[in-house]
């Protein structure tokens, strides 16, 4: 069964510049979460989906950032004008069910650096 | 707000001892769920093992197990055997219960370096 799978796997961009990560959870799996990991600390929960439906997007900075996950599969996060407090890590992760049981897979992660 | 935090920055071993990783938590729920995650140096991120609130008996998978210690908002991992492979960072998250999201709140991490 394959895992989580991301891309581009690295990026590099300047100050203001755009982009986006795409995401293509395991199989079935209902719900996707996106997370950012800066250097040197643990991951950060943006945002994530059951199906197609944001349920939490709390942590997500609109004024830069959005996400989607039109179809319920794969998902894309986009990141509109680039600063350099973006520099981290960007993980997916899927899992079965949203709920306390369910385990996370993550996938291996776009590692973003802002010139 | 739920916090998790992880005193130890690196530790370093020798291969075939035993190691404890620190983790304290905070949370105003009275039911929550503990996990260990590892993450290689390719990026990958690896669930290792979960802890319960509800169950007192410690969790155990392979070489790794957990020290819960609920009344001092503790949970230890601990690493018998440990093998060259083991050298990555460690990550020590929770999920409240009230929710049922699956959020994940991570500590900040321990690198773990096993020497020959």
């Known amino acids: 069964e394959a895992g989580v799978t991301q891309s581009p796997r690295y990026a590099v961009l300047q100050e203001g510049q755009a982009v986006s990560f795409w995401c293509d959870p395991i199989?079935?799996?209902?719900?996707l979460y996106w997370y950012q990991q800066p250097r040197d600390q643990g991951p950060q929960l943006l945002v994530y989906?059951?199906?197609?439906?944001?349920?939490?997007n709390s942590q997500l900075p609109s004024d830069r950032f959005s996400a989607v996950r039109p179809k319920g599969t794969n998902s894309t996060l986009k990141i509109q004008s680039a600063k350099q407090g973006d520099t981290a890590t960007y993980l997916c992760a899927s899992s079965s069910g949203g709920g306390n049981y369910a385990e996370q897979f993550f996938g291996p992660g776009t590692r973003l650096t802002v010139l | 707000a739920q916090k998790v935090t992880q005193t130890q920055t690196s530790i370093s071993v020798v291969e075939k001892t035993t190691v404890t990783m620190d983790c304290v938590y905070e949370t105003r729920d009275s039911s929550y769920f503990l996990f260990w995650y590892k993450q290689t140096a390719s990026g990958e991120i690896v669930f290792l093992i979960r802890?319960?609130?509800?169950?007192?008996e410690n969790a155990t998978v392979g070489h790794y197990s957990l020290n819960f210690q609920k009344p001092k908002s503790s949970i230890g991992l601990i690493i018998t055997a440990t093998q060259i492979e083991d050298s990555a960072v460690y990550f020590c998250a929770m999920r409240e219960d009230n929710t049922n999201t699956g959020k994940l709140t991570f500590g900040d991490g321990t690198v773990l370096t096993v020497k020959p």
């Open positions: 199989s079935g799996h209902d719900t």
């Open positions: 802890q319960d609130s509800y169950k007192k």
């Open positions: 989906f059951r199906d197609e439906a944001v349920i939490d």
